[in-house]
Every structure is written in structure tokens, then in C-alpha cells.
């Protein structure tokens, strides 16, 4: 089944004194893969003095702009439409051995999504359950069990934690976000030899949407896994990605993808961020 659907994020930065210039990097534009077609995307800022796009290390479209005049309200609008064709997202290659996922030639190709970093360092508790359900189950399975013990285990608590939330402190809490779902997800698989990256994107909240209504999202993560190509999985949800998921970029861990990021000239001030993103689905 193909989804089209139009993405509108607004981000809205407020100072408490002027800033005299600001230097920006937006990663909202959908990425282009077999399963998934963007077809317009549109940055909007009126405080910009300049902006261009490039493709970063890891793969996903940077919009960067800088921003000369003082101010003291930045307002980023970002306004996608995509196209997403749910039947070709399920391409798993199920019948790899453990041997074969932790072949030195993979790791070789992948070293950068094995190492753990400080976000996704999963807790001992964690650690332990996935080594103990690797030893029993083949890869995939294994995903799949290691994934709801972690969805299991946490609870869905919006404004728990924040981007900078170490996985093993979202562990301690039981509770969490999307964000900490992903870390925790991809630190478990890494500590058992299986290369696991961190996808940021959105997520249409219904299960069923219908065509001319916009409705409230928000930013989504989940997570890839090699198992002789890239699988997806939403561990929030405990479910396979759909046409419902809208795939921006991947990376090691949420600071190699984060939606928007900046710094700022000028005497240092306390920043305020209000985010608001809607979805519609258009066909």
C-alpha cells in the first residue's frame, strides 16, 4: 500500500536577550530509498541570510542556514510531502547464523555500529538478557525478543527524559520516549555483535488514517539492525515499520540525527524551544 503524506515541522527558538547571528543544521527532509519517494520539501526562515543543502557522512539531507540580523525569535518551518510504499519495507534476510552476523568481514564494514556509545551503553541488566537470549535464539528471533523485553520493561512517559538521556538512565527510570526505546534497542544489539543503527523520521499517529485530515505528530525513532541488509523495527510500538513511518535519516545515536541543532553568537542566553508538527495524509 503507497501513503502520500505532507509533513509540516515548526520549530520556535525565543532568547531572552538578542542574538546577533546563528549558525543552523535541520534534518527533516525524507530520505529517497526503494520504498520511499520525497517529493517536495521546503525550508522556510525568515531571519535567514543563507542556506544550502548537502548529504552528511552518515547519509541524510542537512538544510544549513545562518542567520545575521539580531533577533530574538527564530522560527524554522519545514513543509515535505512524501510518498511511502509500505509492501516493499519487509525484506528480511532471517536465515543468517550468528556466525555470519559477527564475521569479521562484517564487522569490518560496520565497525561503526557496533561501537557503544554513551547514549546507547545498555545497563548490565540489559546487557545480560540479550547475551542469554542470543545464546537461545537465532538472530532475528533474537531482535524480536530482545525488542519487547525492552518495550516490556519501559513505560511511554512523554517529557520523562530529554536528548541528552543516557540509555541506562532511562533503564534505572523504567520510563521513557521513543528516543530511549532506540538507544536502549541498538545498545543491547551492538553488546551482542550485531550492527544496529538509530533512525530518526515521523510516525502517523493512527493506525488508519484518513485522506484530507491533519493531525498532531511529532518526531519518531527507531531502530535498523544488519542481518545481511538493513531491517527496521519500531520498538516503541513493538511493530514492523509501515507506510505510516516516514524515514529521514540514520546514524550511531539521536546526536548523529537530530531533527534540528544550532549555535549562537553573542553574549550567552537562556533558549526556549517550542516544536509543533502536524501530518496529513494526502493520498
Not at 524554522?76 to 534476510?93: F, I, K, L
Amino acid at each position: 500500500m503507497t501513503s502520500r503524506y505532507r509533513i509540516h515541522h515548526t520549530s520556535t527558538y525565543a532568547y531572552d536577550q538578542p542574538v546577533t547571528a546563528s549558525f543552523n543544521e535541520v534534518r527533516q527532509t525524507p530520505a529517497a530509498a526503494p520504498w520511499q519517494v520525497p517529493l517536495e520539501s521546503v525550508l522556510r526562515v525568515d531571519q535567514s541570510s543563507w542556506q544550502y543543502r548537502y548529504d552528511d557522512y552518515w547519509g541524510t539531507q542537512v538544510r544549513a542556514f545562518e542567520a545575521h540580523a539580531p533577533h530574538r525569535e527564530l522560527v524554522v518551518d519545514v513543509t515535505s510531502v512524501v510518498e511511502v510504499d509500505g509492501s516493499r519495507r519487509h525484506r528480511r534476510a532471517d536465515d543468517l547464523s550468528w556466525a555470519e552476523v559477527r564475521d569479521e568481514r562484517v564487522g569490518d564494514q560496520f565497525g561503526e555500529y557496533l561501537a557503544v556509545s554513551a547514549l546507547t551503553a545498555p545497563p548490565a541488566e540489559l546487557a545480560e538478557l540479550a547475551e542469554s537470549v542470543a545464546a537461545e535464539a537465532p538472530p532475528a528471533d533474537a531482535v524480536r525478543a530482545i525488542a519487547a523485553a525492552v518495550h516490556d520493561t519501559m513505560a511511554y512517559l512523554p517529557g520523562s527524559t530529554g536528548v541528552h538521556t543516557l540509555a541506562a538512565e532511562a533503564w534505572a527510570a523504567r520510563s521513557g520516549v521513543c528516543q530511549d526505546y532506540a538507544h536502549l534497542l541498538v545498545g543491547a544489539l551492538r553488546s551482542i555483535g550485531m550492527p544496529a543503527r538509530y533512525v530518526s523520521g515521523y510516525l502517523h499517529p493512527s493506525a488508519a488514517p484518513e485522506i484530507g485530515v491533519s493531525v498532531p505528530a511529532e518526531s519518531h525513532a527507531w531502530v535498523q539492525w544488519w542481518l545481511g541488509e538493513w531491517s527496521d523495527y519500531d520498538p516503541t510500538n513493538l511493530a514492523d515499520i509501515v507506510e505510516r513511518h516516514v524515514h529521514v535519516g540514520a546514524g550511531r545515536d539521536y546526536r548523529d540525527v537530530p531533527p534540528i541543532k544550532g549555535i549562537v553568537a553573542g553574549t550567552p542566553v537562556a533558549t526556549e524551544l517550542e516544536v509543533e508538527v502536524t501530518i496529513t495524509r494526502q493520498a
